[in-house]
């Protein structure tokens, strides 16, 4: 709670903006964390006693800076903090999030092998039923889940994926040790997608929400394909960023 709940009439500040101010400061100091709903308009303006409509005046200023984000039916939010995810040769999730000034993390959801189907098998310069590994992952920035993400790995050059990812936890260092550090990517397509039951779920957002989609090729240095990509982005956290 605020230790900074009154306001000061007659110093020739509205009131609205002083409610503004003590909003963005309380938000500042983690008081309310990105993500999180902002008590009622009813009981900020019990809390600083003024009536709903100055509330909702700053409310609304702090919506057009893009502090806050109110939904009609469910209340408002503190905005997530938007992270600039650049798609380009060199991808790598960890060292994004850190450039953003964010913890990155995750889980490995699920791993395996499995027969190629025709598309992963077109990706990957396969042959159809040959075998692959598909694993399927949960990233996050400071806790907070951002992306989900399905792949397929080219089990010939990364034989032992399974076993050294549950060591290392980072595709990137699987490579490494398979001497496939220097992989890059060479394709990427993006579309905006509803997301499903299963994604929402764990990125915790509403099904039918909007997500970026993301498939990419990952090859080798000589050029061979080593891993074909499915990633869902949350679209209200993440923004792509394309280029070389």
């Given amino acids: 709670m605020s230790v900074a709940a009154k306001i000061e009439r007659g110093r020739g500040v509205s009131l609205w903006r002083q409610i503004a101010e003590k909003l963005q400061s309380d938000i500042a100091a983690g008081i309310y964390l990105p ?9 900020l303006a019990a809390k600083y006693s003024v ?15 893009g502090a806050l984000t109110a939904t009609r039916g469910r209340g408002t939010f503190v905005s997530e903090r938007t992270i600039l995810y650049p798609i380009s040769e060199r991808t790598r999730f960890s060292e994004i999030v850190s450039a953003n000034k964010r913890q990155p993390g995750g889980r490995l959801i699920s791993s395996g092998e499995e027969a190629a189907s025709a598309e ?3 990706h990957l310069g396969l042959e159809e039923g040959e075998m692959v590994i598909r694993g399927e992952t949960l990233r996050v ?3 907070r889940p951002i992306t989900v993400g399905t792949y397929w790995i080219n089990k010939s050059l990364v034989p032992n994926f399974i076993a050294d990812y549950a060591e290392l936890g980072s595709v990137s ?16 397509w993006v579309s905006a997608v509803p997301c499903d039951a299963h994604d929402a779920g764990l990125m915790q957002i509403t099904a039918g929400a909007p997500i970026l989609e993301v498939y990419s090729i990952n090859v080798t240095e000589s050029g061979e394909p080593i891993q074909y990509t499915r990633a ?7 923004q792509l960023e394309l280029g070389n």
């Fill in 35 to 43: 993500g999180t709903q902002l008590p009622t308009e009813q009981e």
């Fill in 51 to 65: 009536n709903r409509h100055t509330v909702r005046r700053a409310i609304g200023s702090l919506a057009e800076e």
């Fill in 120 to 122: 992963v098998a077109e």
């Fill in 141 to 143: 920035a400071d806790g």
């Fill in 173 to 188: 260092k699987v490579f490494e040790r398979a001497g496939c550090g220097d992989y890059r990517r060479t394709k990427s």
């Fill in 232 to 238: 869902r982005f949350r679209g209200d956290v993440v």
